[in-house]
């Protein structure tokens, strides 16, 4: 028997990790999930679709469009909010891209990804290709994708991919997708198993696309995409590795963890009894989650003081390891969207300058208001090590200290913003935030029956409503 990293092919575990987690998603059924976390599954999966439809008409995303539809043509699968059509896996590749195209969509704070954008569109797609995909079998598994990715990030130490310049939602974005989409296609846990190997040989991203590129926008679409294509190609028989995240020699967990010590066992430890779905964060800001402290410090300081921003002499930020490195680095005129929404200093200005951090924030007037620029100058951000070794949930704390000109002080602290899951964000402010974003997009009556579609979805016997209001063309937000 050929040697594998050292090891005897034999001694594969029979049922490793892979393998369990496989068998766990074939045998989940609605009856299995929690009322509480169906629920909350219905209402992330409404935020999504709220930022699909934001998305889907933003300038870069127009570019996009137009340029995978060059190369795809036409086809039976909607792209959201466009008017237009494509091949199956290129919606998917377009619908995550408007899920993730103006940082509003949701993240998951321990293993970082956003999982709506993988997710959604390997739901629509499916709905469209064939397969009898009621409400109910929409709502398990997107379950089953809430729980599967995070899981591969926790046992990668996910900030830490951020840490090291890995885009860590495509790397472990692949096998959300895969597993959304195998659930639908009725794969039997042998083949799910398969899926999980090709969507992990297809992971990848790297975290420079964050300063200016819109491929930023694009790369949970790769992801989304290529577990879809894993589940499908699963479908039809095709194998794929075998205990993929176990394997010591090029094995998913051995490559992508090398030398930071990977846990396989997070992968299913308390299956079913510890809900990923309920940990992941609803965003209340159009920006990077790891600034959401630095945003929500700003403006609780804000709104508790009287701040006259030309009289700021500095601002001093001090996060952890993982913000730091992924959302600091001194700024240039001009500064991209992308840039802006990942930048601490950008964030921190505009938010002292305009009580908000929203889609208006990001036009190119405001990327360029020397009003915000000043501010930009005066912030000072540094790596607060003391943060890098305290209890996980601490890590992505944030201290904010504003320096007047006349020597004033003030000061904010904050251990993890609202949204995280010891202060998450709630069903009506997750509707608030849906019928916001979406009011310059849609009319009023197209806005009230996606939302209804949505939060009934379990009740539907199939996608075809929903469908159809999400693919005629919506206006622009940025407009």
Not at 250 to 269: C, R
Not at 277 to 288: G, P, R, Y
Not at 363 to 385: G, K, N, P, Y
């Amino acid at each position: 028997m050929k040697p594998i990293g050292g090891r005897n092919a034999m001694d594969i575990p029979q049922r490793g990790v892979t393998a369990q987690l496989a068998a766990w998603v074939h045998g989940l059924k609605p009856d299995d999930i929690p009322e509480r976390v169906r629920t909350r599954a219905k209402y992330l999966l409404l935020d999504g679709v709220g930022a699909a439809l934001v998305g889907a008409q933003l300038p870069w995303s127009r570019v996009a469009t137009d340029s995978v539809l060059a190369i795809e043509g036409a086809g039976e699968s909607i792209v959201v909010g466009t008017s237009r059509t494509t091949s199956a896996p290129a919606a998917v590749l377009l619908n995550s891209t408007f899920v993730q195209g103006f940082e509003l969509d949701d993240f998951h704070p321990i293993a970082p990804l956003h999982s709506d954008s993988l997710v959604i569109p390997a739901i629509l797609a499916m709905a469209q290709a064939g397969f009898d995909v009621s409400g109910a079998d929409a709502l398990t598994a997107a379950v089953a994708g809430f729980e599967v990715g995070p899981r591969v990030g926790r046992a990668l130490h996910g900030s830490q991919m951020l840490s090291r310049g890995w885009h860590s939602g495509p790397v472990f974005g692949t096998h959300t997708a895969a597993m959304t989409t195998g659930k639908l296609c009725g794969l039997d846990a042998a083949q799910l198993e398969d899926a999980l190997g090709m969507a992990g040989t297809q992971s990848g991203g790297l975290m420079a696309a964050q300063y200016e590129a819109m491929s930023k926008r694009m790369q949970h679409g790769f992801a989304a995409r290529n577990g879809f294509y894993a589940a499908r190609l699963a479908a039809g028989g095709y194998t794929g590795i075998k205990a993929v995240f176990e394997r010591e020699y090029g094995g998913f967990l051995a490559v992508f963890g090398e030398g930071h010590d990977p846990a396989p066992e997070e992968i299913v430890a308390q299956l079913g009894e510890r809900w990923e779905t309920e940990i992941i964060m609803v965003k209340s800001f159009a920006a990077m989650g790891g600034l959401h402290g630095a945003v929500e410090a700003a403006l609780a300081l804000r709104s508790e003081h009287t701040i006259d921003v030309d009289q700021i002499d500095r601002i001093d930020v001090a996060v952890g390891d993982t913000v730091y490195h992924h959302g600091w680095w001194p700024p240039e005129r001009p500064l991209t969207p992308i840039g802006a929404q990942m930048n601490i200093a950008y964030a921190v200005s505009v938010a002292l300058c305009d009580g908000q951090v929203l889609t208006r924030q990001f036009t190119s007037e405001r990327l360029d208001a020397d009003d915000v620029w000043a501010l930009i100058d005066r912030v000072r951000v540094r790596h607060a090590t003391e943060y890098d070794t305290a209890e996980p949930h601490k890590r992505f704390a944030t201290d904010l200290r504003i320096t007047m000109r006349d020597g004033t002080e003030l000061a904010k602290h904050v251990v993890m913003p609202h949204g995280s899951p010891f202060d998450p964000v709630t069903a009506q402010e997750i509707v608030d935030k849906y019928r916001r974003l979406t009011e310059p997009a849609l009319t009023p009556a197209r806005q009230n029956a996606i939302e209804t579609a949505v939060l009934g979805l379990d009740e539907a016997g199939d996608l075809n409503e929903l469908i159809d209001l999400l693919a005629p063309a919506v206006t622009g937000v940025l407009d």
